[in-house]
């Protein structure tokens, strides 16, 4: 066999995908929930990069470079989010963040 | 070739595992990293080695450091580790781990049926290509990119100042 | 020359504006100042355009933009300057702006003097696009802001209920008059193809034979919107409960300037008018009617400001016999002269009512003439003016122009119910100065009254005695050209005829005299008990025209209301109401706050957008 197929190259990003999506779901702490996202974002990143390289594009990497930003930016205000929680609640625990209902 | 892609695939599987179901935030950060790398190990055997570099650096390296020292910042104890234990029952993960199963198998139904008979030979896309495609078609969505991390940036400056103490106890108090 | 035209209406415009954005930071002060000069501006730029027209009258269309284009309908934004308007604009501005320097003093100390400037410089510049439009629609949008910013005005101390509902009553029975107008507008549209009053004008007689009935229906409309507007009969039951309002309200929308405006649309489309006879007959009809009405029931008044509200009506009267008559000028040299000593009335009142700590029943009054001297005056020369004193005052000339008119034009029964009015009008006069000035005081408030100081108390009141005397019969109005001729009448009647009217005044002012100086202690028996008492309560509620509506309309119309509340159709409306807010319910149940939730609900949604894409593929 020569090369990957394609479809394992998805297969994985579809796996690390629900496993981000899992921890997304059942995790309270909200640390862990945007390590979560973080995983999520990075599968998808990989789809792109899966699908670019087995037609031979460049437009995959290029994708996967503006996921890493949206990441990244992510990442900042989440982690600012994240700090006004712990400030105000003492707790990372994102339930009690629940003041907006309807 | 092949057993690289499969090896560090599992490995990323695996280490992604760990970080959704560790209790300590240090130890879920270190396995993120180590998922990262593992991916990156991916990108450089499907003949992507300019997008390997950037996970290395930026996601391994910028953002997860981020990461580390907002944890530290924290200054978690064993207590949020005791307190990670009790919260991670299967009463907790058991549903939402079904549905996510769920999620997956449907996308795999998807793959299934789409026509994706390709395979990766492993031919390398360099960072001269990608430069061409980002600096000649995309530049204006490089610009978008370009005000996202200013947003971000005021965002974050925004929410993450330190509240004056009286705005403070009126938000306390209730 | 004509460019400074829109200034008379932007300049108030823009001290509203300012008044609106930054009054919080102007403070009392700074407000008033704004405020008043805005208004000075504006009356600066009427006396710049009164001088060259003067010097050539001629009359001039400055169109501005066009307004709204649907097809044949392409109102502009365009102001006419001839010298009907100008005569018009000269009131608004000129006593506008002594009306709103005498506020700086009256409104001292009072709340909400930016929001009172404010709607106060509205008001002056609605005022001015009302008269200075030259098309229907320019002119009813004035209309409209006129009767805005009375509503607003007479509101004003809106924390007291008995105001806003005075405020809510005098917009509504106008809106009735506006509702006539407005499909009189649309009438004449449909019927004449335009609403350019000179272009009106100009088909008007082309398309109807004198007498037709299309054209009496419109005149009739136009007619409806007028009353209410000018407080006539039978839409005449808000003025009196308008006074409400600050006293310089009163004196500038409530007698001065916009309830004049229903003579001025009248005199302004004289040509639909005179194509239906019978409409005008019915409008000199309605004004004698009201002016003898108003009169008596301004006699039976406790309270200083209704009295003048009644006496206003009741000279409004005057204008629309005039109209009646085809004396279209002397209503509009009425309405001036009118203009100066109401406002000067007015003004007089307010700078009592302040001085006495706002006192204002006219039993709790008297004995104030040493003490108040320059009110005093005041309520002299406007007093004499309003009861047309011969020779030295206004209203003298004004009245006397409108009875020979009715002479002319061969209206026997109008022409008697304009003398029986100058003497009823000789009376109130007479017994309201009387009241407030001699006898004994009956309260503290009166017993402990200090006349008003500076020159914005000081220099209003003059001006206007001034104006209020001879002087102002001596400004004519550019009026030739613009409105018919005056009728001649038979040679040599005319003097007869002022002798004749002279010497009612003169007598309704000697019988007042004699009546409530010397035999005040008979007329108060007179009106305790018997005849005299229900008389004086008919008189007194102004016959009875308020119980009347709200036994004949308002409590019909609730109760058809409160009974059509609950009925078959109004069920199945709000089924779909309650189907909605139980939907609203159970959604707004799924907002719980908790974000794992929404990430599952997320996820379930996906997954099932996702199976359906599978299953289809």
Same mark, same amino acid.
């Given at each position: 066999?020569?090369?990957?197929?394609?479809?394992?190259?998805?297969?994985?990003?579809?796996?690390?995908?629900?496993?981000?999506?899992?921890?997304?779901?059942?995790?309270?702490?909200?640390? =862990?929930?945007?390590?979560?996202?973080?995983?999520?974002?990075?599968?998808?990143?990989?789809? =792109?990069?899966?699908?670019?390289?087995?037609?031979?594009?460049?437009?995959?990497?290029?994708? =996967?470079?503006?996921?890493?930003?949206?990441?990244?930016?992510?990442?900042?205000?989440?982690?600012?989010?994240?700090?006004?929680?712990?400030?105000?609640?003492?707790?990372?625990?994102?339930?009690?963040?629940?003041?907006?209902?309807? | 070739? &092949?057993?690289?892609?499969?090896?560090?695939?599992?490995?990323?599987?695996?280490?992604?595992?760990?970080?959704?179901?560790?209790?300590?935030?240090?130890?879920?950060?270190?396995?993120?990293?180590?998922?990262?790398? %593992?991916?990156?190990?991916?990108?450089?055997?499907?003949?992507?080695?300019?997008?390997?570099?950037? &996970?290395?650096?930026?996601?391994?390296?910028?953002?997860?450091?981020?990461?580390?020292?907002?944890?530290?910042?924290?200054?978690?104890?064993?207590?949020?580790?005791?307190? &990670?234990?009790?919260?991670?029952?299967?009463?907790?993960?058991?549903?939402?781990?079904?549905?996510?199963?769920?999620?997956?198998?449907?996308?795999? %139904?998807?793959?299934?049926?789409?026509?994706?008979?390709?395979?990766?030979?492993?031919?390398?896309?360099?960072?001269?290509?990608?430069?061409?495609?980002?600096?000649?078609?995309?530049?204006?969505?490089? &610009?978008?990119?370009?005000?996202?991390?200013? %947003?971000?940036?005021?965002?974050?400056?925004?929410?993450?100042?330190?509240?004056?103490?009286?705005?403070?106890?009126?938000?306390?108090?209730? | 020359? $004509?460019?400074?035209?829109?200034?008379?209406?932007?300049?108030?415009?823009?001290?509203?504006?300012?008044?609106?954005?930054?009054?919080?930071?102007?403070?009392?002060?700074?407000?008033?100042?704004?405020?008043?000069?805005?208004?000075?501006?504006?009356?600066?730029?009427?006396?710049?355009?009164?001088?060259?027209?003067?010097?050539?009258?001629?009359?001039?269309?400055?169109?501005?933009?066009?307004?709204?284009?649907?097809?044949?309908?392409?109102?502009?934004?365009?102001?006419?300057?001839?010298?009907?308007? #100008?005569?018009?604009?000269?009131?608004?501005?000129?006593?506008?702006?002594?009306?709103?320097?005498?506020?700086?003093?009256?409104?001292?100390?009072?709340?909400?003097?930016?929001?009172? /400037?404010?709607?106060?410089?509205?008001?002056?510049?609605?005022?001015?696009?009302?008269?200075?439009?030259?098309?229907?629609?320019?002119?009813?949008?004035?209309? @409209?802001?006129?009767?805005?910013?009375?509503?607003?005005?007479?509101?004003?101390? /809106?924390?007291?209920?008995?105001?806003?509902?005075?405020?809510?009553?005098?917009?509504?029975?106008?809106?009735?008059?506006?509702?006539?107008?407005?499909? *009189?507008?649309?009438?004449?549209?449909?019927?004449?193809?335009?609403?350019?009053?000179? @272009?009106?004008?100009?088909?008007?007689?082309?398309?109807?034979?004198?007498?037709?009935?299309?054209?009496?229906?419109?005149?009739?409309?136009?007619?409806?919107?007028?009353?209410?507007?000018?407080?006539?009969?039978?839409?005449?039951?808000?003025?009196?409960?308008?006074?409400?309002?600050?006293?310089?309200?009163?004196?500038?929308?409530?007698?001065?300037?916009?309830?004049?405006?229903?003579?001025?649309?009248?005199?302004?489309?004289?040509?639909?008018?005179?194509?239906?006879?019978?409409?005008?007959?019915?409008?000199?009809?309605?004004?004698?009617?009201?002016?003898?009405?108003? *009169?008596?029931?301004?006699?039976?008044?406790?309270?200083?400001?209704? +009295?003048?509200?009644?006496?206003?009506?009741?000279?409004?009267? /005057?204008?629309?016999?005039?109209?009646? +008559?085809?004396?279209?000028?002397?209503? $509009?040299?009425?309405?001036?002269?009118?203009?100066?000593?109401?406002?000067?009335?007015?003004?007089?009142?307010?700078?009592?009512?302040?001085?006495?700590?706002?006192?204002?029943?006219?039993?709790?009054?008297?004995?104030?003439?040493?003490?108040?001297?320059?009110? /005093?005056?005041?309520? #002299?020369?406007?007093?004499?003016?309003?009861?047309?004193?011969?020779?030295?005052?206004?209203?003298?000339?004004?009245?006397?122009?409108?009875?020979?008119?009715?002479?002319?034009?061969?209206?026997? @029964?109008?022409?008697?119910?304009?003398?029986?009015?100058?003497? #009823?009008?000789?009376?109130?006069?007479?017994?309201?100065?009387?009241?407030?000035?001699?006898?004994?005081?009956?309260?503290?408030?009166?017993?402990?009254?200090?006349?008003?100081?500076?020159?914005?108390?000081?220099?209003?009141?003059?001006?206007?005695?001034?104006?209020?005397?001879?002087?102002?019969?001596?400004?004519?109005?550019?009026?030739?050209?613009?409105?018919?001729?005056?009728?001649?009448?038979?040679?040599?009647?005319?003097?007869?005829?002022?002798?004749?009217?002279?010497?009612?005044?003169?007598?309704?002012?000697?019988?007042?005299?004699?009546?409530?100086?010397?035999?005040?202690?008979?007329?108060?028996?007179?009106?305790?008990?018997?005849?005299?008492?229900?008389?004086?309560?008919?008189?007194?509620?102004?016959?009875?025209?308020?119980?009347?509506?709200?036994?004949?309309?308002?409590?019909?119309?609730?109760?058809?209301?409160?009974?059509?509340?609950?009925?078959?159709?109004?069920?199945?409306?709000?089924?779909?109401?309650?189907?909605?807010?139980?939907?609203?319910?159970?959604?707004?149940?799924?907002?719980?706050?908790?974000?794992?939730?929404?990430?599952?609900?997320?996820?379930?949604?996906?997954?099932?957008?996702?199976?359906?894409?599978?299953?289809?593929?």
């Amino acid at each position: 066999m020569n090369g990957v197929p394609m479809a394992h190259g998805l297969v994985l990003a579809a796996v690390l995908f629900a496993l981000g999506l899992a921890g997304l779901m059942f995790r309270r702490n909200m640390v =862990f929930m945007l390590l979560s996202l973080e995983v999520m974002l990075n599968a998808a990143g990989l789809a =792109f990069i899966v699908a670019g390289t087995a037609w031979g594009q460049a437009e995959g990497q290029a994708m =996967f470079l503006l996921v890493i930003t949206l990441a990244a930016a992510e990442a900042s205000v989440g982690l600012a989010l994240l700090n006004q929680l712990y400030r105000r609640f003492k707790t990372l625990d994102i339930d009690t963040a629940s003041g907006m209902r309807g | 070739m &092949e057993l690289a892609f499969y090896l560090s695939g599992l490995v990323a599987v695996l280490a992604t595992l760990r970080v959704i179901t560790s209790t300590n935030p240090i130890h879920a950060l270190l396995y993120l990293i180590v998922s990262l790398l %593992a991916v990156a190990m991916v990108f450089f055997v499907l003949g992507a080695p300019f997008a390997g570099a950037l &996970e290395i650096i930026l996601y391994a390296g910028a953002i997860m450091v981020l990461f580390v020292f907002v944890v530290m910042m924290l200054n978690l104890n064993a207590a949020v580790t005791a307190q &990670e234990r009790a919260w991670l029952v299967p009463r907790t993960w058991a549903g939402p781990s079904a549905l996510a199963a769920l999620l997956l198998v449907v996308l795999l %139904a998807m793959l299934w049926h789409g026509d994706l008979g390709r395979v990766i030979e492993g031919e390398t896309l360099t960072a001269k290509a990608v430069g061409r495609v980002l600096f000649g078609p995309w530049l204006v969505v490089v &610009e978008l990119v370009a005000m996202l991390l200013l %947003a971000a940036l005021v965002t974050a400056s925004h929410v993450g100042r330190s509240v004056s103490r009286d705005a403070d106890s009126g938000r306390d108090g209730t | 020359m $004509i460019a400074t035209l829109p200034l008379t209406f932007l300049l108030p415009l823009a001290g509203t504006l300012i008044l609106a954005f930054f009054g919080a930071r102007l403070g009392a002060r700074g407000s008033a100042g704004v405020g008043v000069s805005s208004v000075a501006l504006a009356a600066l730029a009427t006396a710049l355009l009164a001088h060259a027209y003067l010097a050539a009258p001629e009359a001039q269309t400055l169109t501005l933009w066009r307004w709204i284009a649907v097809g044949d309908f392409q109102p502009t934004i365009g102001l006419r300057l001839d010298g009907l308007s #100008l005569t018009l604009l000269g009131v608004i501005t000129g006593v506008g702006l002594l009306i709103h320097w005498f506020a700086a003093w009256y409104m001292h100390g009072e709340e909400g003097v930016t929001r009172f /400037y404010a709607y106060m410089n509205l008001f002056v510049a609605s005022m001015v696009l009302l008269v200075l439009g030259d098309n229907l629609l320019l002119l009813f949008l004035g209309w @409209e802001g006129v009767g805005l910013c009375s509503y607003l005005l007479i509101g004003h101390y /809106y924390r007291t209920a008995a105001n806003v509902r005075a405020a809510f009553k005098a917009f509504l029975v106008t809106r009735i008059g506006d509702a006539f107008l407005a499909i *009189g507008l649309f009438l004449l549209f449909r019927e004449l193809g335009t609403l350019d009053i000179a @272009e009106l004008l100009r088909r008007a007689p082309e398309r109807w034979a004198a007498g037709d009935p299309g054209v009496e229906l419109a005149a009739l409309l136009l007619l409806g919107g007028a009353l209410g507007k000018s407080a006539q009969l039978p839409l005449h039951t808000w003025l009196a409960d308008a006074m409400a309002g600050p006293t310089p309200v009163s004196a500038l929308i409530h007698a001065a300037t916009m309830v004049t405006a229903g003579v001025y649309l009248v005199a302004r489309l004289h040509g639909v008018f005179l194509l239906a006879p019978g409409v005008l007959w019915l409008t000199g009809a309605i004004g004698a009617l009201t002016l003898l009405a108003a *009169g008596c029931a301004a006699l039976a008044q406790t309270d200083i400001k209704r +009295v003048l509200a009644y006496s206003t009506m009741s000279q409004i009267g /005057y204008m629309f016999l005039a109209l009646g +008559v085809a004396g279209f000028e002397a209503a $509009i040299f009425h309405l001036m002269t009118h203009a100066f000593f109401k406002a000067l009335l007015f003004l007089a009142a307010g700078s009592v009512i302040v001085s006495c700590h706002h006192e204002q029943d006219l039993r709790r009054l008297g004995g104030l003439w040493r003490r108040l001297p320059l009110a /005093y005056a005041g309520f #002299l020369v406007g007093g004499a003016a309003l009861a047309a004193l011969p020779l030295v005052t206004a209203g003298f000339y004004s009245k006397d122009a409108i009875l020979w008119q009715a002479f002319a034009a061969g209206h026997g @029964e109008l022409l008697l119910a304009g003398l029986l009015g100058s003497l #009823l009008t000789a009376l109130y006069t007479l017994r309201l100065i009387v009241g407030i000035f001699h006898g004994a005081a009956g309260s503290d408030g009166a017993r402990r009254a200090e006349s008003g100081k500076g020159l914005a108390h000081g220099l209003p009141l003059v001006s206007l005695m001034l104006l209020s005397t001879v002087l102002g019969a001596w400004i004519e109005p550019p009026l030739a050209g613009v409105l018919p001729a005056p009728q001649h009448g038979p040679a040599g009647w005319h003097l007869a005829l002022e002798v004749l009217a002279g010497s009612v005044a003169l007598l309704g002012i000697a019988l007042g005299a004699w009546l409530f100086l010397y035999r005040r202690a008979w007329l108060a028996e007179r009106v305790a008990q018997g005849r005299g008492a229900r008389l004086w309560r008919l008189w007194h509620h102004g016959w009875g025209f308020d119980a009347a509506y709200e036994g004949l309309l308002v409590r019909p119309y609730r109760g058809l209301v409160s009974g059509l509340r609950g009925d078959a159709i109004d069920a199945l409306g709000q089924r779909p109401a309650r189907l909605a807010g139980w939907l609203h319910g159970a959604l707004s149940r799924t907002q719980g706050g908790k974000l794992r939730f929404y990430a599952v609900s997320m996820v379930i949604g996906a997954t099932l957008i996702l199976l359906v894409m599978v299953a289809a593929a």
